[in-house]
Nanobody, 128 residues
């Protein structure tokens, strides 16, 4: 069955770095749009970064541009999120997701409504 499993979360100090991984199974990750989302307590789930199948480009939320980098290893069927210069406001539960069986174009992959399969999430906490 389709499965997405995130890992790599943890507690880091402001300015620190962390790399999240999302291992996919049951489908070919490289043939679909994939992305990272996050949700902090009391807030809506928001798109952080994604790779659109339509154009192969990576997209980022304004709040993380220049600090986060998304990448994909098709051979390993895994997507990554390298997070540098972490800030307390980055604290959230981070999810990876895909639009398997659907179509997502361009920066629309930052919208959670286009995704239909989700991992369980991994916690990232940025604090002194």
């Amino acid at each position: 069955q389709v499965q997405l499993v995130e890992s790599g979360g943890g507690l880091v100090q402001p300015g620190g770095s962390l790399r999240l991984s999302c291992a996919a199974s049951g489908f070919t990750l490289g043939a679909n749009t994939v992305g990272w989302f996050r949700q902090a307590p009391g807030k809506e789930r928001e798109g952080v970064s994604c790779i659109s199948r339509s154009d192969g480009s990576a997209y980022y939320a304004d709040s993380v541009k220049g600090r986060f980098t998304i990448s994909r290893d098709n051979a390993k069927n895994t997507v990554y999120l390298q997070m540098n210069g972490l800030k307390p406001e980055d604290t959230a539960l981070y999810y990876c997701a895909t639009d398997l069986g659907s179509l997502t174009y361009g920066s629309r992959c930052l919208s959670r409504y286009g995704m239909n399969y989700w991992g369980k999430g991994t916690q990232v906490t940025v604090s002194s």
